[in-house]
């Protein structure tokens, strides 16, 4: 089994910034691409940053020059740096995985279960 879990959510004033971590953990043999999505009230889940296991990181429109996606691949751990930032930041964060279990040759999407980011004065 795999487990992702999310950490560094919170209540920050506009302008503010806050750092989010996603630590997978199991029996990983090896992790692709890591991202983070969020999802607002009444809205659809979007991407906002995908790191490949090497290559180009990709960030949505709205946060580039803002937030920075980086990981750590010895411990399995994707982070979001999430600077100057906006009301409409305000979403439920959640960070995916593709990973390859033990005893597998094929690669599986695992989601987190999510962390709250809210952005008010």
């Known amino acids: 089994q795999v487990q992702l879990v999310e950490s560094g959510g919170g209540l920050v004033q506009p302008g503010g910034s806050l750092r989010l971590s996603c630590a997978a953990s199991?029996?990983?043999?090896?992790?692709?691409?890591m991202g983070w999505y969020r999802q607002a009230p009444g809205k659809q889940r979007e991407l906002v940053a995908n790191i490949p296991s090497d290559g180009t990181l990709s960030y949505a429109d709205s946060v580039k020059g803002r937030f920075t996606i980086s990981r750590d691949n010895a411990k399995n751990t994707v982070y979001l740096q999430m600077n100057s930032l906006r009301p409409e930041d305000t979403a439920v964060y959640y960070c995916n995985a593709d990973v390859r279990r033990a005893g597998t040759t094929w690669y599986n999407k695992y989601w987190g279960q999510g962390t709250q980011v809210t952005v008010s004065s």
């Open positions: 199991g029996s990983i043999i090896h992790i692709n691409g």
